[in-house]
């Protein structure tokens, strides 16, 4: 049973920075694609940022391009979403989830997290 917990949202003032890990037990991490994903209130669940198993190809959303960067520590088995300068905009419940294959679709997307919740305020 491969298990997937995000830790490290809050709130932030706009300009700010946060890091997002998500630690995943169970399955092998090491060929997982990881992605990251975002609701907003009121708004259909988004894709914000994608790595592959071995880090080579990161993907991120338009909105974020820049500000945010996904990485992946293996032996660690953590996929971490740093995100700077912050806007109120990012305000959102953040996934995490793990494939097989690194897309921005999120039904390509086997295992989820139970989400973070990011607040920026303005």
């Known amino acids: 049973q491969v298990q997937l917990v995000e830790s490290g949202g809050g709130l932030v003032q706009a300009g700010g920075s946060l890091r997002l890990s998500c630690a995943v037990s169970g399955g092998t991490f090491s060929r997982q694609a990881m992605g990251w994903f975002r609701q907003a209130p009121g708004k259909e669940r988004e894709f914000v940022a994608h790595?592959?198993?071995?880090?080579?190809?990161?993907t991120y959303a338009d909105s974020v391009k820049g500000r945010f960067t996904i990485s992946r520590d293996n032996a660690k088995n953590t996929v971490y979403l740093q995100m700077n300068s912050l806007k109120p905009e990012d305000t959102a419940v953040y996934y995490c989830?793990?494939?097989?294959?690194?897309?921005?679709?999120?039904?390509?997307?086997?295992?989820w997290g139970q989400g973070t919740q990011v607040t920026v305020s303005s």
């Open positions: 989830a793990a494939g097989r294959v690194a897309t921005m679709t999120e039904n390509d997307y086997d295992y």
């Open positions: 790595i592959t198993w071995s880090s080579i190809r990161r």
